[in-house]
């Protein structure tokens, strides 16, 4: 049986096979993983949520090192959460019992957060760099950061 490889997505993204990884935050090695499955035919992914510009830049560099096949860059849009300290103390003694019967010590701080938000600055280092693909959880970007990424990559 002959698996049909040929479509839209893999026109429209240069890829030989209809496979995208999925961008985890997490994954780990970055480059390696995502640059591995761009280089076997299928789009390669980084979730880059969590990555300050400088460290976007240079994945974006290692990549393109990496491979010279698609791969595509995600992004979380979501507002920065605030932090409510009676919510985290309400939280706390909820799973305070959990981390006592592990022998676990809880975190001392739980207001910071390494996922960042989707910015201007990241937006004109994508339009420069022009990767195959961005995605986006968690939300919609605004028209104008659409017609810019597709302005950037000259697609109608």
Do not use: W
Not at 68 to 81: G, I, W
């Amino acid at each position: 049986m002959r698996i049909q490889t040929e479509s839209r997505f893999t026109e429209l993204l240069g890829i030989e096979y209809p496979i995208a990884q999925a961008p985890m935050i997490l994954q780990k090695p970055l480059v390696p993983l995502a640059s591995a499955v761009s280089n076997a035919g299928g789009l390669g992914s980084l979730g880059c949520a969590e990555m300050s510009i400088n460290e976007l830049e240079q994945r974006i560099s290692e990549m393109k090192a990496a491979t010279d096949k698609p791969f595509n860059l995600n992004f979380f849009l979501h507002e920065a959460p605030t932090f409510d300290p009676v919510l985290d103390e309400q939280a706390r003694s909820l799973v305070l019992p959990f981390y006592q019967r592990l022998g676990l010590e809880m975190p001392t701080n739980t207001s910071d957060t390494e996922a960042e938000t989707f910015d201007t600055d990241k937006l004109a280092l994508l339009v420069s760099e022009t990767p195959a693909m961005v995605s986006f959880h968690f939300g919609c970007p605004p028209t104008q950061v659409v017609e810019a990424l597709k302005g950037a990559a000259q697609i109608n």
